[in-house]
């Protein structure tokens, strides 16, 4: 088994070289790709120091499997060359998901999605999405989901080491007194933005994403959650409403769900349903803090928070750079190892 990393050197990369290790994947030999800023740099893999390949060179031949976590661009050049030289792509960027020929797969979910890959790629959902469609397909299985109202409280490793850099820098850079903000939040300067519309420190954004352009006041995020939805469940007719918020977090997204099924719920149902998944952690207050460095989801809150009987609210949370990217393309390299590879 070959294997590249393409983005090797970011957030989500080196996420990915990690849980590679971590769930002893089947890696025979790994490649790591990036900008040519970065090529001739050594990466440690498993005792093993690579250097890392600049990605424009071209030389992809032999891969078998590449894991792509180098942004939308990069991956419209390249990925299409991988799959070309007869690599299988599993891109983590927003390139793909929406074309009709490439598979969008959460493999807690829709694994038989890849049993046709025509393009020789398969699409990583957004990370915001991938929380909640591991306890979405087990309740929709069990009352048809018709409608879902998500608000999400996105952290700010979700845009990258850029927003990671910059809350941190607006937390420790500043030295007033915190306590100004219980009283007057005009007192507290911890600069100006730039990564975010807003300041991200100690603060709520409700924009996530970027405005798109049809005058509609809807973000890119709330349109990656509205069509991946829909594409993951096969439910084209999903009524999806959703606002996305930026929160002062580092890492975990976290989404509060309303959903509405064809059919009555019961709260004592669902949680036992949930309850017998091991990618599923039941907590009644789940925080980002409890899902940093893990794997499952994690859901809390279920209730009946109307007197509608088919409506079900409830709040979950996922590390975002581990199942809501590296994690996920790490499972769909494992289905796709049993599915087109293994050898009996």
Request: glycine share 6%; aromatic share 6%; hydrophobic share 40%.
């Amino acid at each position: 088994m070959n294997l590249a990393i393409f983005g090797a050197t970011g957030q989500v990369g080196q996420v990915m070289a990690q849980i590679l290790i971590e769930r002893d994947f089947p890696v025979d030999s790994i490649r790591f790709f990036a900008s040519s800023r970065s090529k001739g740099k050594l990466i440690e893999f498993n005792g093993k120091q690579i250097e890392v390949e600049d990605a424009e060179e071209g030389a992809f031949s032999g891969i078998d499997i590449a894991l792509f976590s180098c942004g939308a661009a990069a991956s419209k050049i390249y990925a299409p060359r991988v799959a070309k030289e007869g690599g299988i792509v599993i891109d983590n960027s927003s390139c793909f998901r929406q074309d009709p020929k490439v598979p969008l797969v959460v493999p807690e979910v829709n694994s038989y999605a890849l049993n046709e890959i025509p393009l020789n790629i398969v699409a990583n959902p957004n990370c915001t999405t991938m929380v909640a469609m591991p306890p979405l397909k087990i309740l929709h299985d069990l009352w048809n989901l018709k409608k879902m109202v998500a608000t999400s409280f996105q952290a700010v490793s979700g845009s990258g080491k850029a927003g990671v850099d910059e809350l941190s820098d607006q937390l420790t850079n500043y030295q007033g007194n915190l306590r100004d903000l219980a009283f007057d939040g005009t007192l507290v300067n911890f600069g100006k933005p730039n990564k975010f519309p807003k300041i991200a420190a100690l603060n709520v954004i409700p924009m996530a994403g970027s405005f798109l352009e049809d005058g509609s006041n809807i973000t890119s995020e709330e349109q990656k959650l509205i069509n991946e939805s829909r594409k993951i469940l096969d439910l084209p007719d999903l009524i999806v409403s959703a606002t996305c918020t930026r929160v002062s977090v580092m890492t975990g997204h976290s989404l509060s769900l309303t959903l509405t099924f064809e059919k009555n719920t019961d709260v004592k149902v669902a949680i036992e349903a949930l309850s017998n998944k091991d990618y599923i952690v039941l907590d009644n207050v789940p925080t980002p803090q409890t899902a940093a460095g893990k794997d499952p989801t994690y859901v809390g809150r279920i209730r009946h928070a109307t007197d509608n009987l088919n409506e079900l609210s409830m709040f979950v949370v996922g590390d975002n750079l581990r199942k809501g990217a590296a994690l996920n393309a790490v499972q769909i390299a494992e289905a796709l190892v049993d599915k087109k590879f293994k050898k009996i």
